[in-house]
């Protein structure tokens, strides 16, 4: 059985940080592309960073430069460094992954509530 688990929101200031982590199991994670999701209230959940196999980096421009997404294939696990952030990046984030494409499997996600 697969399950991805997050971890790692929470309360952040605007201008904070976050790390957030997804542990996998039940896959081959390092044959996986792997990657966040983020939905606010009222709004469509929309991508936030993909990693593939070969560790090749993609971004929205909402969070280019603020956000870098990670992976240790070692220990089964994603990552997601939120610098500056904004009261806009309030939002549940998600970590899915694929083998081909994201979204064969999701987490429950984690909260980031960004406010002062």
């Known amino acids: 059985q697969v399950h991805l688990v997050e971890s790692g929101g929470g309360l952040v200031q605007p201008g904070g940080s976050l790390r957030l982590s997804c542990a996998a199991s039940?896959?081959?994670?390092?044959?996986?592309?792997m990657g966040w999701y983020r939905q606010a209230p009222g709004k469509e959940r929309e991508l936030v960073a993909r990693?593939?196999?070969?560790?090749?980096?993609n971004y929205p421009d909402s969070v280019k430069g603020r956000f870098t997404i990670s992976r240790d294939n070692a220990k089964n696990t994603l990552y997601l460094q939120m610098n500056s952030l904004k009261p806009e990046d309030t939002a549940v984030y998600f970590c899915?992954?694929?083998?081909?494409?994201?979204?064969?499997?999701w987490g429950q996600g984690t909260q980031v509530t960004v406010s002062s």
């Open positions: 899915t992954a694929g083998l081909i494409t994201l979204g064969d499997y």
């Open positions: 039940g896959i081959r994670f390092s044959n996986y592309v």
């Open positions: 990693i593939t196999t070969t560790r090749f980096t």
